[in-house]
């Protein structure tokens, strides 16, 4: 078994790609992925430490965030979705000029 440092490693810079991403971007979807990006990377974070201490818990744990990450990626969608026919455009300085 490999090195549990060595997951954590990864799963900290992935984390931290998306984390730049989210906070550096302005296309809606380019967010929208960073923040899969930085669930994908606690869900490793779960398995490696449920693999090291040899127990199911992370990945029960993994299964329910994939569940409700599905989820939020088709309410996102949706949103980004309607938000591009009420403006052309996704870019998300523009979200605030939404008025009912």
Do not use: P
């Amino acid at each position: 078994m490999e090195n549990l440092n060595s997951y954590l490693i990864v799963s900290a810079v992935l984390f931290s790609i998306g984390t730049i991403g989210v906070l550096t971007r302005k296309n809606a979807i380019v967010i929208f992925m960073c923040i899969e990006l930085m669930l994908n990377a606690v869900n490793l974070t779960f398995v490696a430490f449920s693999r090291y201490l040899g127990n199911l818990d992370g990945q029960i744990f993994v299964f329910f965030i994939m569940t409700v990450a599905a989820a939020e990626a088709a309410v996102g969608l949706a949103l980004i979705i309607a938000f591009f026919n009420n403006k052309d455009s996704i870019d998300v300085t523009d979200v605030n000029l939404m008025k009912w």
